[in-house]
């Protein structure tokens, strides 16, 4: 990463296009992530793709804009996205287990929902996945960028 | 017969790793929610040993398909046998590591990791699907390289450095022998595998993708000539996790072993003659290497290596007597190999040195920590009628019935290279005149511990110490036990069919 040593905001990079462009960028791949998150289960996508994807919206939002901007901006640290992951997709897991079923059968409603479609516990289980992801890839982006930064 | 509760002693360890994960930074919370985790585990896993022991074989399908496409999960006696002790162990080291880990050290990673550990390896004890058992593996390894570099010291980092490159090159190979296998049969699933690789007509093949299965859970197994990672790494860490590592990691590869040969490579008059081979040098090797150490771990790292030998030649006797011996075995080692670990992290909190030159007095100093710890050491040694004993008498029965004299010669050398060797600690240790303390700085000594952190250090020990005396006193139940787990291996129908033929 190139950086100019005249700019006194450590970890930022200094393109105005970037700077911009990131400002737009960064909800639509939010939404974009979602959307490949949502389908996952039948057609190409899923969570782990779909968290690579909102990591990487907030990667270039903080590359751009400085990794303070998109602390204050999570409010939380990402690690904590983590336990609530796996935790997520645990429960997914347990529930079918609560009705009698093997671990990890899928339960699906009868009816789809407006704009999400099938809903069952593979998608909580996704979503678990998507979680787990982007904790995972913003912890050790935020480790690297501290470690730069002092 | 189908029931979806038998995961549920991976899923009590899972929750507690998230449990201690959301409980990050808050040590004693931690410390607390961990011994609270096992101690519902070891509940559990006692429930299910009973349910199995009365019931039969229980099976789950992971999804809900059906056996050979979903993925199976089945606790027989062996696997809940094995839960149990495993549990009963991760327990022990639970409460010592509570007790024993300073607070500098960055424990709040420790628990979780801990856990997911012990969840692998539980996890390793109930697949019925080679592939579903690879994955447990890689979890056993990820965590336990998160654990021996834990601390993050030159030599921690020296020893995890061997420890993970053979066991990755391990994995490759077991994967390996895995894809043979499916290309050979079409099928994962091992009870599905154990009827389709007596069909195979190219036995050479099947040979080879045997050897390959010996030579990857060898390395993880430590048999010669593939040990050599072993006491390279194991005195490095934290004695918690030496404890942990020599008491369980090393079984979980002789438990897959046991099952994995007994359903579909044996018997196989080559595959027998090399794993018999094996374990004569692993004895010899392994008792030879533990004669000339002077540092308590490697010590007992080196007898961990020679005591696989036991059980790989309860394998390669491949009779019922002798694979019961194998498997009575595993249980005493689990249980003695664990608490040697505590007992040298004891040992050196009190005096400051792993040494046995440095070391001495502690039978004057410690008469009753002394009499505790004689207990797992004459268990180990086998000197009757301590836990040790039982399982060698079965063993060279075993020998003499199938007559493998070598066998039954290396078995009696490499017990009394083990009596020397517990001799010499003994001596060293507990006999000889010397100074206990030796002082050092920002070393907290075990006399000014907290009561609650001594209790942490003595209480498992004893634990372990008294489920030795039951293998030991028990050991006409312990027999039966693994008589009849010994029989479900030789004719492993009844596994197969309650894979298979249940359609619930």
Known sequence: MHRNNDDNQSGQMTTLILRTASTYLMPLLLLFSIFILIRGHYEPGGGFVGGLIASIALVVYGYANGLKRIKSFLQFHPGGLIPTGVTLAMLSGIAPMFLGKPFMTGLWLDQQLPIIGHVGTALFFDTGVYLVVVGTTLTIIFSIGEEIDS | ?504
Not at chain 2, 314 to 340: E, P, Q, S
Request: charged share 10%; aromatic share 14%; with cysteine.
């Open chain 2, 1 to 504: 017969m189908t029931d979806h509760s038998i995961l549920i002693p991976i899923l009590i360890q899972l929750t507690t790793a998230l449990v201690l994960l959301f409980m990050w930074n808050r040590i004693h919370l931690q410390r607390r929610a961990s011994v609270i985790g096992n101690a519902i585990g070891l509940a559990y896993a006692i429930y299910l040993f009973q349910k199995v022991y009365n019931q039969g074989i229980l099976v789950t399908q992971g999804g809900g398909w059906e056996a050979p496409y979903g993925i199976t999960f089945a606790a027989d006696l062996f696997s809940a046998s094995m839960i149990l002790i495993a549990s009963a162990s991760g327990f022990a080291v639970s409460i010592f590591a509570a007790g024993s880990m300073s607070k500098r050290r960055s424990m709040f990673v420790f628990f979780p990791i801990f856990h997911f550990l012990l969840m692998g390896i539980i996890g390793s004890f109930l697949a019925g699907d080679l592939f579903n058992l690879y994955v447990w593996f890689e979890l056993i390894i990820i965590a336990s390289f998160g654990l021996i570099t834990f601390g993050g010291g030159k030599r921690q980092l020296e020893g995890a450095l061997k420890y993970v490159t053979l066991n990755l090159l391990a994995s490759i190979l077991f994967i390996t022998g895995i894809a043979f296998l499916y290309g050979l049969t079409g099928t994962l699933n091992m009870a599905d595998l154990a009827l389709k690789t007596a069909e195979v007509e190219n036995k050479n093949l099947l040979t080879i993708t045997a050897l390959f299965f010996f030579v990857g859970l060898g390395i993880k197994t430590a048999v010669f000539p593939l040990y050599f990672w072993l006491p390279a790494s194991y005195h490095t860490p934290l004695s918690a996790i030496s404890a942990i590592f020599g008491g369980l990691l090393t079984k979980v590869g002789v438990y897959t072993m046991l099952r994995i040969f007994s359903l579909f490579f044996l018997p196989d008059p080559f595959v027998s003659n090399v794993i018999t081979v094996v374990a004569i040098f692993t004895l010899i090797a392994g008792a030879m290497g533990a004669m000339i150490q002077n540092d308590l771990r490697k010590l007992f790292s080196w007898l961990i290596v020679c005591h696989i030998g036991f059980m790989i030649a309860g394998l390669g006797m491949y009779t019922t007597i002798a694979i019961a011996g194998a498997v009575f075995y595993l249980f005493h080692d689990i249980i003695v190999k664990t608490n040697l670990f505590m007992i040298s992290g004891l040992i050196h909190r009190i005096t400051g040195s792993f040494k046995l030159k440095k070391l001495g007095g502690f039978y004057a100093h410690y008469p009753s920590k002394t009499l505790l710890i004689a207990i797992p050491l004459f268990s180990l040694v086998g000197i009757p009628p301590l836990s040790g004993f039982w399982p060698k008498l079965l063993l060279i029965n075993g020998g003499l019935d199938t007559e493998s004299y070598w066998l039954i010669a290396s078995i009696l050398v490499a017990s009394f290279i083990t009596l020397f060797a517990i001799g010499k600690v003994w001596i060293e240790v507990f006999w000889k005149k010397g100074a206990t303390v030796t002082p050092k700085k920002h070393f907290v000594t075990f006399g000014e511990l907290r009561y609650i952190h001594k209790v942490g250090f003595v209480l498992p020990i004893a634990a372990l110490g008294a489920i030795s005396l039951f293998l030991a006193f028990g050991a006409g139940w312990v027999f039966t036990v693994s008589e009849q787990i010994a029989r479900e291996l030789m004719n492993p129908e009844s596994y197969i069919e309650a894979i298979l033929n249940q359609n619930n």
